[in-house]
């Protein structure tokens, strides 16, 4: 699932204030807190109130406050996680049309909730992330009754360092599509419990770099994404995370993945000039010298045993 979503939102990825790595986001929505510790539910009860994931948020890697800035991107998924469809995401920007719910997006075309939290801010969700079957209206104030929350089939979450720390700091990801742990109405996923920053160069992390060339010369700024989902590490609790980035040309003739989990990853590249991709698979990857050079004027641009569309 996680890589059909990944699909999904590479289509019209972009940037904005070199933060949103694939499309614009940002949050608001309606939180409520729940009092308790989740437990298993009894007789399967409904949803109630809506879904509840226990994550608390980013640590340094001692436990204590983060040293840095950023913000995490939630993705609501309805429909189911083989077959997802993504409200917020489905937005015209053009027509200004979109979903029947998308005024609960703060940022239509992207993320359902995009939260911020400063340096040494301490936990950004020290009770849990809950998401609810009402949302505040930002278009036109007061609540929608969106009934997301029983609605939901999974979350995914990605977090994003503050620019100045883009490249050195792993973007890790995960993504929740079980609730089965109800209390006072809400049901729960499994505990994720907090994540800590990883930097490049500690243990667990790797970087790939190389050429990026056509016939030589470097591509223009834009023409080229590069986008990498792949890693493996571990939250506080033992639930299993990935690490994900998005590179675009800069016009310069090499390029680089900035800070990733070490381990298996997919890579897809796309040309936007010709609309070729091509997805290259490494099993491997591990240390910050992985390389990979890329020529766009070659057939699966130099990477033999790419699979390439058209």
């Keep these: 699932m996680i890589r059909g979503l990944a699909r999904t939102r590479v289509r019209s990825a972009r940037t904005r204030d070199g933060r949103r790595a694939f499309l614009l986001a940002a949050v608001i929505i309606l939180l409520s807190m729940a009092t308790s510790s989740p ?100 278009v036109r104030g007061g609540l929608l009754r969106t009934g997301w929350g029983a609605r939901t089939a999974g979350l995914s979450f990605e977090f994003y360092p503050d620019q100045a720390h883009d490249a050195e700091i792993v973007h890790s990801r995960f993504y929740i599509d079980r609730f089965d742990h109800w209390t006072h109405g809400w049901t729960y996923s499994v505990a994720i419990g907090r994540i800590a920053l990883t930097a490049l160069g500690d243990p667990g992390t790797a970087r790939i770099s190389g050429q990026l060339t056509d016939r030589g010369r470097p591509p223009a700024p834009g023409r080229v994404r590069i986008v990498i989902f792949g890693g493996h590490a571990r939250s506080s609790t033992g639930y299993p995370i990935s690490s994900f980035a998005v590179r675009t040309s800069t016009g310069s003739s090499d390029w680089s993945s900035g800070a990733l989990y070490a381990g298996p990853q997919r890579i897809t590249v796309t040309d936007t000039a010709t609309h070729r991709e091509c997805v290259l698979e490494r099993p491997r990857v591990l240390g910050p010298d992985s390389r990979i050079d890329l020529d766009l004027s070659r057939p699966g641009f130099g990477q033999p045993g790419s699979t390439c569309t058209p």
């Design 39 to 138: 437990v298993r539910a009894a007789g399967g009860p409904t949803r109630g109130e809506g879904v509840a994931v226990p994550f608390e948020g980013f640590t340094d890697r001692n436990g204590g406050p983060t040293s840095i800035g950023g913000a995490v991107g939630v993705d609501l998924v309805l429909g189911s996680t083989s077959r997802p469809y993504l409200p917020c995401q489905n937005y015209d920007p053009r027509a200004r049309t979109g979903d029947a719910f998308v005024n609960a997006c703060q940022e239509r075309g992207s993320y359902t909730t995009y939260s911020r939290f400063p340096p040494g801010g301490g936990l950004l969700f020290p009770a849990g992330y809950f998401m609810g079957n009402s949302q505040p209206d930002l």
